[in-house]
């Protein structure tokens, strides 16, 4: 069955700290992933996806295959940062999310 | 131009009753989506429209829910007999098409609370 798990809740850090909020997965097929994120009092909205192989607001996320991961990596963390983020799967047209990791940067 | 647009924005209804949640995807967009966002369990599939074809209703939690959309654009979903565990933010979303390079638009939401 298709999944996408997001092991942590919550994820605190210091402003200037490495960030990685990791995102595994299982699907039967070549997966098509993302990243949303949502700050407080705003609209959820797509960070990046993994085809374009982009870098939005500093964050990167590389596709492991042979992991099934899809972790979202910044080198350092700005208080800006803090929101909730989400992975998400494409699966058959539909998109199936995780459970969210909060991401708290502290100054 | 105008984003994804659901109404209302805030519902308190008390258990038992039926509550109908609006929502107007962007113009042009033929792929609708409806998730339940509750605190612990992220975000949760409901149902969702591509076109003219038959919608995904694999997410619905019980036969007290249930989604239409009229005309490909609005879509109105539906809640009969609400229970307190239904309180949570429902949000809409709406995308071109499926794929990688269509990404979904959000709504703010509407915050259900069930008394």
């Known amino acids: 069955a298709q999944r996408v798990t997001q092991p942590e809740k919550l994820l605190s850090v210091f402003k200037g700290a490495p960030v990685e909020l990791k995102c595994n997965y299982s699907?039967?097929?070549?997966?098509?992933l993302f990243w949303y994120v949502q700050y407080s009092r705003q609209r959820l909205q797509l960070l990046l996806r993994?085809?374009s192989r982009e870098s939005i607001k500093g964050f990167t996320a590389d596709l492991n295959k042979g992991e099934t991961s899809f972790h979202l990596k910044k080198p350092f963390a700005q208080e800006e940062d803090s929101a909730m983020y989400y992975c998400?799967?494409?699966?058959?047209?539909?998109?199936?999310f995780g459970k969210g990791t909060k991401l708290s940067v502290k100054p | 131009g105008a984003g994804v647009s659901q109404s209302p924005s805030n519902k308190v209804t008390e258990k038992g009753k039926d509550v109908e949640l609006r929502c107007d995807p962007i113009?042009?967009?033929?792929?609708l989506y409806w998730y339940r966002q509750s605190l612990g369990q992220g975000l949760e599939f409901l149902i969702y429209?591509?076109?003219?074809?038959?919608?995904?209703k694999s997410g619905l939690p019980s036969d007290r829910f249930s989604a239409e959309r009229t005309g490909g654009s609005v879509s109105t979903l539906t809640i009969q007999r609400t229970q307190q565990e239904d309180s949570a933010v429902y949000l809409c979303?709406?995308?071109?098409?499926?794929?990688?390079?269509?990404?979904?638009?959000f709504g703010n939401g509407t915050r259900l609370t069930v008394t």
């Open positions: 998400a799967l494409r699966s058959q047209g539909n998109l199936i």
């Open positions: 993994h085809i």
């Open positions: 113009s042009g967009h033929t792929a």
């Open positions: 979303a709406s995308s071109t098409q499926g794929g990688a390079n269509s990404p979904l638009h």
């Open positions: 699907y039967s097929g070549s997966p098509e």
């Open positions: 429209f591509q076109g003219n074809s038959a919608p995904d």
